[in-house]
């Protein structure tokens, strides 16, 4: 069987900066990775980070610091969340930076900046590269290729993590299956960064009963970890923190799946599009201002919706006119009008009708629900005054033939909870005591440890690329 110094299961963000910060010092790394390829959500994450006090922020002019950061964290936050871990966490965030900006890390131009898609930070502080994170995979694959032709990485791809084993009360050995039947790996130190579980939707069920799951999530992220780790006593927790990300569209109906690099609506703020629609749940009433510029207020709002979704209805002119900015903005975002229309004619999210009695027949809205809807919003725009939700922006009345509707979910591109670390990364168990030989980093610890109960711009990619390299830096 064969051993090593650190024997890490996932090879994705905090993976593979944990394997290259300890193969760099010399260590024997071994790596397990499910996929037959590493990096992981890498390949799909937008990749924003965020850190106080950066030489970005300088060079920008901007003033911010490390306590200034974590102020604004627990603002957002309401200081919930792991408190050391967070800290830890913005701590170390500036000293990641540095890493990737000395490896060649290319940042997109208008960073620093403020997200809005989140409740967003005072200053400008989220960066990331102009291929998102493929940015930061480009810097750290050819370290890791570095060191897997030195012989310091050796990367066991298409292991599936299905056991693992102790001796003398340490965690020393994971076990595997593979093509060839079961393999065992031993290693002085174990670091589990397998990732989160939004796509496995019977464990997301058995932590968020009656929650609906229509998931954006990594395809691999089907909770290996969180299993295995529970079954040796690791203690989950922060799944009450949950939060969904609005804007997400079935492509299939009913398939619990959506693409946020491909098909995803503009309904997370109105700070990048204002409103030229309204939006209606299942019983066809509106049930916010669609200019809402909160996102939190708005994912609240909608989980109190059936289902968790929403409607989003419009006429022929909203789809077509440019706002009063001359800047044509559709709903779904990337999309041309020609490329939404032909989406309308599958009639899968997104569809059109004549009339709004056959909108409705094609959603499955009642008819008169969604008429007396659109008629009385119709009075508001003549009127300037929604006296309801108290929607500010109210310049397109919805008259104009043919009708759409899309069909919006609360959807979930990230879990918050996870397994239970202390200050060192080390994995607790549920009486609060280390499980000797045992890490985590990663969206294993869910992004309730890192983020509290909000979502907080770059607080997920940023603790992990800064966890994994502080295990690989400390253990030996």
Known sequence: ???????????????????????????????????????????WSGGHMSAGGTHLQREKGIEDSVEKHLKEINQINNKSGDRLLIEKAVNEAPKTIEWLDDNGMEWAPECP???????????PRTIYGPEKAMSIYKVMAPLWDEQVTKGNIECHFEHTFIALDKKEGRFDTVVCNTIDGERRYSGKNIVITSGGYGSNPAYFQEKHPNIPLVSSCYPTATADGHVILEKQGAKFRFGDYHLPSLGGMEEEEGSGRCDFNKAWAMVL??????????????????????????????????????????????????LTSNDENGNHNPIIIGRTVEEMKAEAAKGNALCMADTIDALANKTGLP??????????????????????????????????????????????LVT??????????????AEGKPMIGLYAAGEVLGLGATSGSSFCSGMAITPALSFGRMLGSTLS
């Open 269 to 318: 703020t109105s700070v990048y599009r204002n409103p030229r629609d309204i939006y209606v749940n299942a019983n066809g009433e509106r049930f916010i201002a669609e200019d809402e510029v909160n996102p939190e207020k708005r994912e609240l709002a909608t989980m109190q919706q059936p289902d968790w979704c929403f409607w989003v209805v419009f006429d022929e002119d909203g």
């Open 416 to 429: 918050f909870g996870g397994i239970k670390v202390d200050n060192d990364l080390r994995v607790l168990d």
């Open 1 to 43: 069987m064969m051993t090593y110094d650190i024997l890490i299961v996932g090879a994705g963000t905090a993976g593979m900066s944990c394997a290259i910060t300890a193969a760099q010092r010399g260590l024997k790394v071994g790596v397990i990775e499910k996929s037959d390829y590493y990096g992981g959500a890498l390949h």
């Open 367 to 412: 008819s008169e629900s969604l008429q007396k809807t659109i008629a009385h919003y119709n009075t508001m725009v003549q009127t300037k005054r929604d006296a309801d939700f108290g929607r500010t922006y109210l310049e397109d009345e919805i008259k104009t033939a043919p009708f759409y509707a899309l069909k919006v979910h609360a959807s979930v």
């Open 113 to 123: 900046r403020i997200i809005y898609g989140h409740v967003p930070y005072e200053t």
